[in-house]
């Protein structure tokens, strides 16, 4: 289990001219080292167009561990991408969705790019986005399947029975051209790590897409998409063991007021136009103080002895939360609103994020029919983050402003799905259009 957060993660990049190649303002003096701040980017004015040739993704060659002073990164969705979230939870304290629905991944694609290292995580310790100058950086882009298990995988940082699949190494810097010093392995110099999830690229790494990833990932590129859920939500709450506190006695209108029913399953593709640098993490592995009002010290430290893993964690819980706080509970009632009353014979159609776009968020989110929803619960929801939300259903966007719809707002929550080492918080720059 993650331990809970109450803090808004993120900040708006605005438009980029390229996601592969992100602005960043910087400084520097005569007397000390140049610095450089994502916070403080330019806004451009373009924006990358989804990729529109035929898919011809290039072969993938797992890297080996590089040995003493050297880096392996990896990539998990942690233990949650392989098993989904079980409803009723397994164990009491399971992360579950609080509404009643047992979801799945069948797929859980991303492409990662742009994996950076750069001295002086800690210039600015009142900034997390600002670090000194990159050091050494690999590039792919890879494309990722996260739910795909493996045994010839690595543990991964989280819990067991979690995957990390390697991507790439690193035995020395090697930025700018030229640069081919060792790292320092003193174990007083810290690396500031970063990353990005970026728009799938028809010429990306395959690192473990099966046919129908393949299939999936073409679509990805064709429309776009940084981040594709696909899977499955049945739906094993009841009325006997599901409430809306201080609501009607129906959740949705009142000519589908039955709907769901308990073992009714929604196919749903999620797809998440929001490319994203994570910039200078903080480090779980850790083991120093954190700067004030952050929860790990950043940045990695070599080893003269072995490699260190530098794992780039995705979590899969951001895209389903009630608010901006992190760790918020999760509900899949607003997505399978979407299809209500649209079934035949039991089928209904895939739910996807377009069908968001136009829902506000707030002050009542609303079902096809126009009729408010309410907050169902069929557990007790967590508590540490917020109070249990009761009533209409009515997203919490905290001081978060200009987010024109659902589709804004689980793009926003979504965009800090992004981490280091399973819970390393990073600072979030976003390439899309966003509102801070």
Known sequence: MRTKRINIIGRSGLLVAAVMAVALGSCSSSNGPTVTCASSSPAATTWPTPSTGALALRPFAQPTDPGSGGVLFT?????????????????????????GWDVHFTRLLVTVDNI????????????????????????????????HADSSYLPGKGSPDEQAVPIAALSHQNYPAGNNAAFDSSGTAPYAFGFSLVPAATSAMNVNLDSAGVTDYQDMATHGCAVLYVGTATFKGSDATC?????????????????????????????????????????PDNSGKALSGEESERGIFFKADQSVIAQVTVHTDHPFWDSVLHDAPMHFDQYAATVAGKGVNGVYPTVTLEMTKGIPYAPAYKDPAGTSLYWR???????????????????????VSSLADYYDFATYDQSTQGHLNSDGLCYVDRLYPSPK
């Open 75 to 99: 990539a998990s969705g942690e233990v949650l991408a392989l098993t989904g979230y079980p409803f009723p939870p397994i164990n009491a304290g399971d992360t579950a969705f609080v509404d």
């Open 116 to 147: 950076t290292l750069s001295s002086g995580p800690n210039i600015r310790p009142g900034d997390e986005s600002c670090t000194e100058s990159t050091v050494a950086k690999v590039t792919g882009p890879w494309a990722v399947d996260l739910a």
């Open 243 to 283: 409430t809306a506190p201080g609501a009607p006695s129906t959740y949705y209108a009142t000519e589908y007021a039955d709907w769901p029913k308990t073992g009714e399953t929604l196919n749903f593709r999620l797809c998440f136009k929001s490319p994203t640098s994570y910039v200078n993490c903080q480090n």
């Open 377 to 399: 619960y069929c557990i007790d929801p967590p508590t540490d983050v917020h109070a249990q939300f009761t009533g209409p259903m009515a997203f919490d966007a905290q001081s």
